[in-house]
């Protein structure tokens, strides 16, 4: 069963830097999309950006030009990597593949 599990979440100032990490573990991770969601406080689940197995890639407004997703099919991992970070970049950030959910990691923008 595929199962995805992001890591990386921290305090990081305005400005900073961050990478994810969503290693999958079961499934055909070569095969599948992977997507990062955020969920900032108060509000509802969004979507951030997107890589398929050909490596296309999608991007939210919000976040091009700062962002950007990257895989690694011999670690079975997918990576975001976020620069200038805003305070409006404060969520939980979650993993997903095939309809599968991980448990989210925190990324708190703060001056």
């Known amino acids: 069963q595929v199962q995805p599990v992001e890591s990386g979440g921290d305090l990081v100032q305005i400005g900073g830097s961050l990478t994810l990490s969503c290693v999958v573990s079961?499934?055909?991770?070569?095969?599948?999309?992977i997507d990062w969601y955020r969920q900032p406080p108060g509000k509802q689940r969004e979507f951030v950006a997107k890589?398929?197995?050909?490596?296309?890639?999608r991007y939210a407004d919000s976040v091009k030009g700062r962002f950007t997703i990257s895989r690694d099919n011999a670690k079975n991992t997918a990576y975001l990597q976020m620069t200038n970070l805003k305070r409006e970049d404060t969520a939980v950030y979650y993993c997903?593949?095939?309809?599968?959910w991980g448990q989210g990691t925190r990324v708190t923008v703060s001056s």
């Open positions: 890589i398929t197995p050909t490596e296309f890639t």
């Open positions: 079961g499934g055909m991770f070569p095969i599948d999309t």
């Open positions: 997903n593949t095939t309809d599968v």
